[in-house]
């Protein structure tokens, strides 16, 4: 008698999408929740040093200054007007809210002070200038 050969049937292989994209959608969800956003200027800038500087709260506006003097909020570019309305905006929602100006220390300083009148005639009531602590230069 000859013998037989059984033919192996061969299992189909199959990768469980679903499931990935669980783990995917979890592993999104997790990024998402713990990631922290920060509001910045827009402008690579080198505050000045200060011993007495302090942190303040985080829903403060803040005001941007180049070495150029140019004036920047929220990453766009503004003229002092338009600085003026928006601050009057801004404060209609929350008038506790405070100003940080972050001024180059190259800037002129002519441009700061007209960033401050500008407060002072918008209504706001704290207006603070941004300085690095323990003379970091950054």
Known sequence: ???????????????????LVDVIFILLIFF??????????????????????????????????SKEGTIHLDERQVDLAML??????????DAERAVVIISD???DMGAVVDVMDECNTAGVKKVSVAANQDGATK
């Open 1 to 19: 008698m000859i013998p037989t050969v059984r033919k192996r049937h061969k299992k189909d292989v199959e990768i469980a999408i679903v499931n």
């Open 32 to 65: 998402i929740m713990t990631t922290t956003f920060s509001k910045e200027t827009g402008l690579d800038i080198t505050k000045p040093s200060a011993g007495s500087a302090a942190q303040l709260q985080k829903e403060s506006i803040l005001v941007g200054i």
């Open 84 to 93: 003026q309305a928006i601050l009057r905006r801004e404060l209609a929602e």
């Open 105 to 107: 220390r190259d800037a």
